[in-house]
């Protein structure tokens, strides 16, 4: 049974990081590409950042570019997202999703994560 477990999430002051991990388990690790996904209250989950399954290429929202770093560590079946600058806007549950192609399509994420809560207090 596959399973994607985020863990990290929390409540950051305006102006703070957090780095979220997930860990995965139940797959071929190193098959997927990995996607990081977020759900604010009220609004369409949208996506934030994904990198290949060798983690050579990344790409992002350009809503976080240069504050958020996504990586992966395939000998520990991982992927974290880095979050530095946070923003109360950034609010949200974050998921992270495991596709086999690359880029990414929302759609066509095969599995996903039951999320993990970050809150950014003003």
């Known amino acids: 049974q596959v399973q994607l477990v985020e863990s990290g999430g929390g409540l950051v002051q305006a102006g703070g990081s957090l780095r979220l991990a997930c860990a995965a388990s139940?797959?071929?690790?190193?098959?997927?590409?990995m996607g990081w996904f977020r759900q604010a209250p009220g609004k369409e989950r949208e996506f934030i950042a994904a990198?290949?399954?060798?983690?050579?290429?990344?790409y992002y929202r350009d809503s976080v570019k240069g504050r958020f770093n996504i990586s992966r560590d395939n000998a520990k079946n991982s992927v974290y997202l880095e979050m530095h600058t946070l923003k109360p806007e950034d609010t949200a549950v974050y998921y992270c999703?495991?596709?086999?192609?690359?880029?990414?399509?929302?759609?066509?994420?095969?599995?996903w994560g039951n999320g993990t809560l970050v809150t950014v207090s003003s």
């Open positions: 999703a495991a596709d086999l192609e690359y880029p990414v399509s929302y759609y066509g994420m095969d599995y």
């Open positions: 139940g797959l071929t690790f190193t098959a997927y590409a």
């Open positions: 990198i290949n399954w060798s983690g050579t290429h990344a």
